[in-house]
Each structure stands twice: as C-alpha cells, then as structure tokens.
C-alpha cells in the first residue's frame, strides 16, 4: 500500500464534477465544465504528478481518501464536515486527476473506495490517500 500526504495550506480546490454549464446553440444543448472545474483538477494534477508510479497499474485497486477542509472556527477543527461539496462529487473530480496521471488506466479499475471529508486539525486543507493493488479474488 502507498500513502501520499498532499498539503493544500491555501485550502482545497472549489468545485466538484457536479458544477457544468450548458449552453444552447440553434436548440441543441452544449455541455462544458466551468473554469473552476479545470482549476481544480488542474491544482489536483499538480500535486499528485511528483507521486505517479512509471506504469498505470492495471489491477483491481483498492482507494482511500480523505479530505481536510480549512477552517478558522477552532471549535469545528477535526470535526466531519458535513456540508457541500459531496463527498462523491468532489472525489469524482479527485480520481480524475489520478487517472491523468496514471495511477491506474481507468477509474473503473477502484473496486473498494473509502471517502471521509473532515476538518484539518490545524485549519489547513490537505488530502491523504491510500492506495493498493489488489489480487486475487473478493472472498479470498
């Protein structure tokens, strides 16, 4: 199993898959993701590039990942964080960026996934991820 620490002191990067445009031209629908979207994938791209393995893996992949948002109410530090984004949304965009920089050939390769999003314990964003080949079969 690899463990990567992706520090995001600034915060997490806004916006999730679930926020598209659409625009209609002669009454057919354009679908485009919003500037934010690109961005947030981009700032995922840049932090995990350093960490991709020389080879996409081709197994069954077993996920990780959980997401501290910053916050400046100590009260709340540590805590779940239970408002938007979705956790499966903003994980939607997240395993994107992996798959860009090919940790796996396609995402449809995570078979077990685990999401968790909290507050940091320090006020800072960041995410830590899990990530492990699997063998053999599910009941093994």
Do not use: H
Not at 82 to 87: E, F, I, L, N, Q
Request: glycine fraction near 8%; charged fraction near 30%; hydrophobic fraction near 30%.
């Amino acid at each position: 199993m690899t463990t990567i620490y992706l520090p995001f002191p600034n915060g997490l990067p806004k916006g999730t898959s679930q926020q598209k445009g659409v625009r209609v031209v002669n009454g057919k629908p354009y679908f485009y993701k919003k500037s934010k979207i690109d961005s947030a994938r981009t700032q995922f791209v840049y932090a995990l590039k350093r960490f991709a393995p020389d080879v996409p893996s081709k197994k069954p992949i077993r996920l990780s990942v959980q997401f501290f948002f910053d916050i400046k109410d100590k009260s709340k530090r540590g805590s779940w964080k239970t408002s938007r984004p979705d956790a499966d949304g903003y994980l939607k965009e997240f395993q994107d960026a992996m798959t860009e920089c090919g940790f796996w050939e396609d995402d449809s390769q995570v078979v077990d996934l685990r999401i968790r999003k909290s507050y940091s314990e320090n006020g800072e964003g960041g995410i830590i991820v899990e990530i492990a080949e699997l063998e053999g079969r599910p009941n093994e």
